[in-house]
């Protein structure tokens, strides 16, 4: 598993913490995947509410604070797929 990968599961279980409620899947690009249920948030790639996908260094930016996740999405960096409501609640959350 790349060292790409490790970050995002650490960042993501910082954040986030538990009791997220839906899933969604983080794609970054070259690197792998990563889920987030109410399971917590592992190294994995399966089906997904929604789907995010973005490069290593937009996802970066997003977890350190540089980067809004709306404003990614809204520039292109930032692509979804699937429910629109989840992205926004998870956008909430990382923001």
Do not use: Q, Y
Not at 19 to 48: H, L, N, P, W, Y
Request: charged fraction near 25%.
């Amino acid at each position: 598993m790349s060292d790409v990968i490790n970050e995002a599961v650490a960042a993501l279980s910082e954040k986030l913490g538990s009791g997220f409620d839906s899933s969604v899947k983080f794609e970054i690009t070259g690197e792998g995947a990563v889920m987030v249920d109410s399971d917590g948030v592992r190294a994995e790639d399966g089906d997904a509410d929604c789907t995010l996908t973005a490069d290593a260094e937009t996802f970066a930016a997003m977890m350190d604070g540089s980067l809004n996740p709306t404003a990614a999405f809204m520039t292109g960096k930032l692509a979804v797929d699937g429910d629109m409501g989840v992205a926004m609640k998870l956008g909430a959350m990382l923001a």
